[in-house]
Structure formats: structure tokens, C-alpha cells
């Protein structure tokens, strides 16, 4: 598989993966039934006939075990995404299955948001992402701080299995991969911690999408919870997650601060997208809300 993501990057691949709603409606549109490319086969997730399709790059991602056929369609297991110089591998469109790795528009802000963080602060000794998926966040970090111990967790075996590929096609293949409920299954302590969890409640609770608790906030108050007992003097969370707004307040922000109430941590929150995912609010447990909003919670133990 990394195989085919440097022969794609070679050849000038470039893929911007939209959210699942744009992705449902640019593939519906009459004339994209099919595949025409390969930004088609391994960005849009189309079908193609093995026989219109003889490319080199084709026969690799099938002898890799990337294809799958049914009923003389050929489909791709994996999307291919691009960010800056670096190719990920995630899950095909639709992300139905349990374990579906997804990396879209938030991966990209939360990309943005830790890269301008770390082009200020000072270097960590040791750092993880926490629920990782396709490894950004962790393969951000190593590229920055290669001299730092990185760790990348994830409950989800297949992510870790995706995040591997992709941190060696981004030739950070040095670090640590671990599949752990948060940090459960990792000791230490940690000069920095990142996260970018899931943050909508999911009936069918699919990892890469149920963050779990009433409103969807569940998990991101779980590593806020898991960053205070892990954080080392003067370590850092960089915790990038959605919340809803009701009446104008924001629930998972008012119960974060219960945690953090006391002498020994600093914390800020800044709104980073002001509404995002509104077909969201149109059922469910997020129907009593108004927005969604995106968030950036920074906690920082005071030395």
C-alpha cells in the first residue's frame, strides 16, 4: 500500500476530501457513475470495469489487496487524501463499517491549528495523539520534533493499521503505534498531548464518528479528564472538538471547566468554525441545539 501512495504522490496526485454530504452529492451528479481517473478510483471512491482501467498503478493497489470486485465493478477499500506534501490513507466512501478511518475537512483544520501551535512551542520531550485515525496528528509532530518520542493511540485497530502506512509514506516511521482506550494502555507522562475525537452522538456507534454522553461530548470530556492525570510540568493538550450550542451556552465547554477548576492548570478556548454539520440538527439528541460549533481547548499544567 505505501508503495502506491508514492507512486500517486510522484505523479502529482492531489485529492481534498470533502465532508460525506458534498462527497454523497458530487458523486450523484449524472456522469460521475463511474471512474474516469484515479482521483476518481482512490479520492471519489467511483466504480470502475478492471478492463477500461489496464494502468500499472491499478495492477499494484489490486496485487496490495486495495481492491475489491463485485459484479464486474471494481472498488478501492481506501481513499487517498493530500495535505500539504503528505498522502493519507483512510476509508472509502461511505464510511458505514464500525471501524471506518475518516479523515475529512475537521482532520484538515486540526492539521492547521497544531501546526501553527508547534511553529511557537518549545519542542516536547514526549508527545501523543490521542484516538489518532489516520495519523495526522501524530505525523505532524514527528515531522516537526523528530527528536521527540511520539506515540499515536487508537481503540480502532484499523486506524492504527492505516496511521502506520501513512507515517511511513510521510518517512516518520519511527514512531511508536499503540491501540489503547485513551491512554490505558500507555505509561508516562507527557509533554504533549493532541486530539481530534469524535464529537457527534452516533446510534450505530462507529468509532471515527460517536463521541459519546448525551450531546456528543462524552469522549472529548474523557481526555480532557485522561490530559490531567498525564500531563507532565508544563505539558500541553491541544484538544480540537465540536460541541453543541444551546440557548447561546456551551455544555461540553461549562462541564470541562468543573474539571479544570483549581490552582493547577491554565486552560483557554477559542471558537475555530462558528457552525458546522447542520443536517445534524435536523434529528436526534443534537435537535435540541442551534449550532454546532468547533472548538479549541488548550490546558496547560503550570510548572
Known amino acids: ?16 476530501c470533502p465532508t460525506p454530504e458534498t462527497q454523497r452529492r458530487v458523486n450523484a451528479r449524472p456522469g460521475n457513475e463511474w471512474a474516469g481517473n484515479l482521483v476518481d478510483i482512490f479520492g471519489w471512491s467511483r466504480p470502475f470495469r478492471r478492463q477500461t482501467r489496464p494502468v500499472p498503478l491499478v495492477e499494484l493497489a489490486m496485487v496490495a489487496g486495495m481492491l475489491v470486485a463485485d459484479e464486474g465493478e471494481w472498488r478501492s477499500r481506501f481513499r487517498f487524501s493530500t495535505l500539504g506534501r503528505n498522502g493519507f490513507f483512510h476509508s472509502s466512501f461511505p464510511t458505514e463499517a464500525e471501524d471506518s478511518v475518516f479523515f475529512g475537512p475537521d482532520t484538515c483544520r486540526f492539521g492547521a491549528l497544531l501546526a501553527a ?9 514526549r508527545a501523543v495523539d490521542i484516538g489518532c485515525g489516520a495519523g495526522l496528528g501524530a505525523i505532524l509532530i514527528a515531522q516537526h520534533d523528530p527528536a521527540a518520542e511520539i506515540m499515536m493511540v487508537d481503540i480502532n485497530a484499523a486506524a492504527l493499521r492505516l496511521a502506520r502506512v501513512n507515517a511511513a509514506l510521510a518517512g516518520v516511521d519511527f514512531i511508536l503505534a499503540r491501540q489503547s482506550d485513551l491512554l490505558l494502555d500507555v505509561s508516562d507522562e507527557f509533554d504533549l498531548i493532541v486530539s481530534n475525537p469524535p464529537y457527534l452522538p ?13 450531546l456528543g461530548e462524552g469522549l472529548s470530556l474523557a481526555i480532557v479528564g485522561t ?65 454546532i460549533a468547533v472548538i479549541c481547548l488548550r490546558v496547560t499544567r503550570r510548572t
Open 1 to 16: 500500500m505505501r508503495q502506491v501512495g508514492i507512486t500517486l504522490l510522484r505523479a502529482g496526485y492531489r485529492f481534498v
Open 117 to 125: 501551535y508547534l511553529r511557537d512551542a518549545p519542542p516536547p520531550a
Open 202 to 214: 452516533d446510534r450505530r456507534r462507529r468509532l471515527y464518528r460517536n463521541g459519546g454522553g448525551r
Open 227 to 291: 490530559a490531567m492525570e498525564r500531563l507532565a510540568s508544563g505539558g500541553t493538550l491541544l484538544l480540537y472538538t465540536g460541541t453543541a450550542i444551546i440557548s447561546g451556552e456551551n455544555p461540553f465547554l461549562r462541564e470541562a471547566v468543573l474539571l479544570l477548576d483549581g490552582p493547577d492548570f491554565v486552560w483557554e478556548s477559542v471558537e475555530r468554525d462558528l457552525d458546522v454539520l447542520g443536517e445534524e440538527l435536523e434529528e436526534g439528541p443534537l435537535s435540541v441545539a442551534e449550532r
